[in-house]
């Protein structure tokens, strides 16, 4: 075991943070750049994801490294899915029967602040902001970075290179572009867009809406959310068509076009956002898109992780917490492993690639359900039998949002599987008239999980063809 290696990871987001900071526990010698300003000294633009919903996959990393304590005073629990109408009518969708499950609201750069102050403290571990990764010689374990201010070019060498760099991963575009290896690698882009908007804290820095809830308001092709933050105020998200469509971001040209829009679609949000027409204006239209690749390990010495390898659309509230499992996967991998990197590499994109295929086809799925089935009466009677399912038969039962949510030692691509197969039993049966009032709960339950059995026997015949 030789815990000196030199290890070079670019990008020092979320996975890149956490990555250095597990790494540095474990002895390595780290280096991570990052081509932005330190964030903890200047702060960065408006309008990208200040706050983002952190679960157990997430929590679960946090605690890895020691940090489940400190991650909680930046979370704000939030229970269910508040449902807001286009009267202004109000209902909750809890994300669990079960007690105590609940997602958080975190904010985007506290969490990364944490995360790079831990790191920060280990004396193995050097960060370095400011410089911009420009191209690698991923054969010699190379990368040459410009610094922001001088434009002076500078490389860093390692005896491994760890890509964390994000959904437009140039360590990724650079094995791609220059053919280095057979990469397989694909973008879809979502039809939709989204902005980011604001409703302000009361004076007294109270909330305006309740905050132990994620809000939606469904209107079948777009959708607004909004998710609390601890200062009192809610980023809002508007994910709307980008230009096709009876609404999209082309169309809202005007102060007033935007104004009629939230008022016909959003009145009771438009009511709480007093800026809405200078924020929709100055903050920015960010793109959403599955970026899928593969393999993830480059001549066995580089590494991709996180959005790098496998960034989704933000439909499950995923994204960032399947970065993290990364990093706790191959931490597992490390310790079975310790110093075959090779080995190391391979089983960790192995085990891990077909989960990252899993929750990009979910989250895509959830597209679907935030904005159109949230408000339609079959998935409403469905969601009202899952949560009595839950919680009077905890054991038994688990809705596909808990599998995935809830359930961090199941793996995504398990979870799809069963939580898909569980959805078609109860929406067929929900259909088919035959989840009648004179059944029993318990009854009903067992008819569910019969059908499901069917399902995903069906399935099993289907793929072993
Ligand atoms: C609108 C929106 C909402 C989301 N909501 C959620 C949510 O609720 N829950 C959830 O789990 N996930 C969510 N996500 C997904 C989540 O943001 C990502 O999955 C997560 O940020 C991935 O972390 P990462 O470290 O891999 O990438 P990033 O966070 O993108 O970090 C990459 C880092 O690399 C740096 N970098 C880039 N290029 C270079 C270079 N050339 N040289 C050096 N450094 C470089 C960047 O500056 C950045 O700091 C959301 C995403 C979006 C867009």
Not at 138 to 152: P, R
Not at 223 to 251: C, W
Not at 323 to 336: N, Q
């Amino acid at each position: 075991m030789n815990q000196k290696e030199n290890i070079l990871i670019i990008g020092a987001g979320l996975c890149g943070s956490l990555l250095a900071l597990r790494l540095g526990q474990r002895g390595y010698q780290v280096k991570l750049v990052e081509k932005r300003p330190d964030l903890r000294k200047v702060e960065q633009d408006a309008g990208r994801s200040i706050n983002l919903a952190f679960s157990d996959r997430g929590v679960r990393a946090l605690q890895m490294v020691g940090l489940e304590n400190e991650v909680k005073k930046l979370c704000l629990p939030m229970l269910g899915r508040m449902i807001h109408d286009n009267q202004g009518n109000t209902f909750m969708s809890p994300y669990s029967g079960k007690n105590e499950k609940y997602i958080n609201s975190i904010s985007r750069p506290g969490l990364n602040m944490l995360l790079l102050d831990a790191a920060e403290k280990l004396p193995n571990v050097q960060l370095i902001f400011n410089q911009s990764c420009e191209s690698v010689d991923l054969k010699n374990t190379m990368a040459t970075f410009t610094d922001y201010h001088t434009k002076e070019k500078t490389t860093h060498t390692a005896n491994y290179i760890f890509g964390t760099d994000g959904a437009g991963s140039v360590i990724r575009n650079n094995v791609f572009n220059n053919k280095l290896i057979r990469l397989s690698f694909s973008i879809d882009w979502l039809t939709h867009s989204y902005k980011e908007l604001t409703i302000p804290a009361l004076e007294n820095g109270g909330f305006k809406a309740d905050s132990k809830a994620l809000h939606i308001w469904p209107r079948g092709e777009n959708m607004l959310i909004a998710l609390p933050n601890l200062d009192g105020s809610f980023t809002v998200t508007l994910f709307l068509s980008h230009e096709t469509g009876a609404d999209s971001f082309q169309k809202l040209d005007s102060p007033e076009k935007v104004l009629e829009y939230f008022e016909r679609e959003y009145p009771d949000a438009k009511a709480l956002m007093p800026n809405l027409v200078e924020e929709f204006f100055e903050n920015p239209t960010g793109p959403l898109g599955t970026v899928k690749c593969y393999p993830w390990s480059i001549f066995n010495k580089t590494l991709l992780l996180g959005d790098a390898a496998h960034a989704i659309v933000p439909f499950y509230g995923q994204g960032m917490n399947a970065s993290f499992e990364d990093v706790v996967v191959l931490d597992k991998y490390i310790e079975k492993y310790e110093g075959d990197w090779k080995t190391i590499f391979s089983e960790f994109q192995k085990e891990r690639k077909i989960d990252a295929d899993a929750i990009a086809d979910l989250a895509i799925d959830n597209f679907y359900e935030m904005k159109e089935h949230t408000a339609n009466p079959l998935f409403q009677e469905k969601r009202k039998l899952e949560i009595a399912f839950e919680e009077n038969y905890p054991e038994r039962y688990n809705s596909k949002y808990s599998l995935v949510t809830f359930n961090d030692n199941i793996p995504y691509s398990v979870a799809m599987r069963r939580g898909r197969a569980q959805d078609k039993a109860i929406l067929n049966l929900l259909d088919d008239n035959k989840l009648i009032s004179e059944m029993n709960l318990e009854e009903k339950l067992e008819l569910v999980l019969n059908e499901t059995k069917n399902i995903l026997h069906d399935d099993n015949v289907a793929k072993n063809l």
